[in-house]
């Protein structure tokens, strides 16, 4: 007998419903569920095996690349006395948001692309779930907004850098101000984003109640339409004020620092050797943070593309075509952008490599020469390349200066900096090592010797 032989105007899925509910409902209520959802409901899996497959390896190998690479850069950062300096701490705490990202976000991610309902877990992990993602890619932008920042100053404005000394020997509360606000800013999407069913009641019986089965993690818009503005609003202030707006900033600030350090190479000319190598090593460091900022901008796009495309595009059958393969693009960026910054500091930084080497040694040899560790600073080292040692913060604690000015340069204010190593003006002069501070014709400054060299 035909269940739907009553009803010439029952949907397919209405007499699927009715069929199941027939045939399995005595039985149990999930192999009911699990025959209607099969044929009426999204597929369980959100890709075909062949493509779903290499993607989870793919993902497992981005896990592993990912753990391994974040976990070797705090490792380094933290135990290498050479690569303490502000600007690496900038980069640690990029890693340890990287690393919460991979640890937390992407087991979840592939665990939804095999199994994208029932959700299996307790309510509040899938709020923890987007508040975690949110927060971490605040974190990473905030970040990045501030030793861009701090670069900016430190190139063309050299003499203020120099006095917010004690304002930069404040970052560790800097860093943990970001997380604060990066948290607070994610909590609205956290709210909003919650398990619940797609299908509140069984298509043909009204007191059945809930499909348990078709429970899901998502924003909250799937379940409830009223709040389409809600979301419209929450995702254009996200994509505005921790997108646009950064990488405008950024943007600017970069291309001053390119502009300040074209006008300062004129004065190369008359600076001594090692001038020119700490300008050489300072824009050796400012290339690898463009790099860094430019791959993760990059990564994050598509994110914030797919979000704003969603309310912009009114055609259903293309926003949906758009939206699956922009999904998966978006995905694969976001967590790709985990693992990019380690690849970035080993290929362009020799200190970072050599200095992976020496804490690899160190570990894979804990009986062996301790010395070792360290050995790339004092390697590195000679009279005209100035490292503090571990626990000077200022130029000035390291030894007495003199600090004289000279009047070659009509146009120009140059300062030198000289070590004393005896009471012998002749031994003071063979020993002087210079730090030039050029001021440039449209009145900025350009530190040669970079403050990070020092710190």
Known sequence: MNPCSDDENATECECVARVCQLSLGNFSSDLMEDCYLSVCFVSKRSLPNEELIPLTVFYFILFLTGLIGNLTTCIVIRTHPVLQTQTNRYLLNLALADLVTLTVGLPFEVYMHWNQYPWDFPDFVCHLKALIAETTSYVSVLTILSFSIERYIAICHSFMFVKLEPVRNQLPYLLAF??????????????????DYLL??????????PVKKS???????YFDPNLSRTFDLLFHLSAIIFFAIPLL???VLYLRISITVRKSRYALHRIDNA???????????TVLLVAVVIAFFVCYAPFQLQRLLFFHIGDMEIL????????????ILFYLATI???????????????????????????????????RLGSSQMNNNHLILPPGKTSLRRLTTDTIT????????????????????????????????????????CHLDTPIESYL
């Open 178 to 195: 970001i997380w604060v606000v990066a948290l607070l800013s994610a909590v609205p999407f956290a709210v909003y984003h919650r398990a």
């Open 275 to 285: 001038a020119n190598l700490a300008e050489a090593h300072s824009q050796k460091v």
């Open 340 to 374: 990019v910054n380690p690849i970035l500091y080993n290929v362009m930084s020799v200190r970072f490599r050599q200095a992976f080497r020496e804490v690899l040694f160190a570990f894979c040899h804990p009986r062996g020469d301790k010395t070792r560790l360290g």
């Open 405 to 444: 000015t000279s009047s070659s340069q009509p146009n120009s204010m140059a300062f030198t900096w000289s070590k004393r190593r005896t009471n012998s003006s002749s031994d003071r002069s063979k020993a002087s090592s210079r730090q030039s501070f050029d001021r440039l014709p449209n009145g900025s």
């Open 320 to 331: 949906q075509w758009i939206n699956h393969h922009l999904y998966f693009v978006s995905g």
């Open 215 to 221: 429970k899901m993690c998502m924003i909250a818009l």
């Open 249 to 251: 900033i950024i943007v």
């Open 200 to 209: 509140d009641a069984w298509p043909t019986d009204p007191n059945y109640g």
